[in-house]
């Protein structure tokens, strides 16, 4: 292969490193703690409300 000629490896994924490196100051901050432990009390709330119906 020829040192010139692009591979489109890292290339092809560049846009998309640089989307999710930038943050936004305005954005919602949290903690994936508290993305977890809401997301397993809906998901109980959930059967909760099956269970119940």
């Known amino acids: 292969m020829d040192r010139g000629q692009n ?3 890292l ?3 560049a ?3 640089r ?3 930038s943050e ?3 954005a919602i901050k949290m903690d ?3 993305v977890i432990a809401f997301g397993a009390l ?3 709330l959930v059967q909760v ?3 119940v119906a």
């Open 49 to 51: 409300l099956t269970f």
């Open 15 to 17: 846009g998309l490193v």
């Open 19 to 21: 989307y999710f490196d």
């Open 32 to 34: 994936p703690k508290t």
């Open 42 to 44: 809906l998901g109980v």
């Open 11 to 13: 290339m092809s994924s």
């Open 24 to 26: 936004d100051s305005r």
């Open 7 to 9: 591979t489109g490896g």
